[in-house]
T-cell receptor, first 116, second 116 residues
Framework: AQSVTQLDSQVPVFEEAPVELRCNYS??????LFWYVQYPNQGLQLLLK??????LVKSINGFEAEFNKSQTSFHLRKPSVHISDTAEYFC??????????????FGKGTHLIIQP | ETGVTQSPTHLIKTRGQQVTLRCSSQ?????VSWYQQALGQGPQFIFQ???????GRGNFPPRFSGLQFPNYSSELNVNALELDDSALYLC???????????????FGNGTRLTVT
């Protein structure tokens, strides 16, 4: 079984400042890693994912995350945030060998609050 | 293309009642999964259906059951509702089951269930 820890429930940051949302996972097997974003009253949208290959993955809207196997982390970063980035961010893992049938295991989420 | 749609958007039920939630998968998607998201928590995997058969289940009791129809629409049924069943229920669809999550999950906006 896997587990995901998102250490910060809320992260306030000023507009145009950099931000890092932390995610650590625990698993006895190889995993796929994901970041999802949830805007108010909406479902989740995939932000980026790590399946294999380069440990640094990037989204089209400026976010990036780096898979660190030794530290079992998958922190999300953005060099300069905008008001529109205000949302709930969820880190998730999936067992590589499960074929997807085991579902995703999510963290509790981090609320990113952008202050003008 | 049409995304994942869920109905109803909100629902209020009394403890002990039964409820059915509905989901229309994104066009071309043959795999659907359901998640429960309690207030302030990350989504929790309930189960997954592929070609009308349940092929994965999370840690939920049997009173949570589902169906997937030939047109890939889906239902989540919950019997003997309890107060703790109050949550946002999310449906997600994707194409195929092989190569877990190579094809990303597409989430609907959810059904907010309140049990009183």
């Amino acid at each position: 079984a896997q587990s995901v820890t998102q250490l910060d429930s809320q992260v306030p940051v000023f507009e145009e400042a950099p931000v890092e949302l932390r995610c650590n996972y625990s698993s006895s097997v190889s995993v796929y890693l994901f970041w999802y974003v949830q805007y108010p009253n909406q479902g989740l949208q995939l932000l980026l994912k790590y399946l294999s290959g380069s440990t640094l993955v990037k989204s089209i809207n400026g976010f990036e995350a780096e898979f660190n196997k030794s530290q079992t982390s998958f922190h999300l970063r953005k060099p300069s945030v905008h008001i529109s980035d205000t949302a709930e961010y969820f880190c998730a893992v999936s067992d590589v060998s499960g074929g997807g049938a085991d579902g995703l295991t999510f963290g509790k989420g981090t609320h990113l609050i952008i202050q003008p | 293309e049409t995304g994942v749609t869920q109905s109803p958007t909100h629902l209020i039920k009394t403890r002990g009642q039964q409820v059915t939630l509905r989901c229309s998968s994104q066009s071309g998607h043959n795999t659907v999964s359901w998640y429960q998201q309690a207030l302030g928590q990350g989504p929790q995997f309930i189960f997954q259906y592929y070609r009308e058969e349940e092929n994965g289940r999370g840690n939920f009791p049997p009173r949570f059951s589902g169906l997937q129809f030939p047109n890939y629409s889906s239902e989540l049924n919950v019997n003997a509702l309890e107060l703790d069943d109050s949550a946002l229920y999310l449906c997600a669809s994707r194409q195929g089951t092989g190569g877990a999550y190579i094809s990303p999950l597409h989430f609907g906006n959810g059904t907010r269930l309140t049990v009183t």
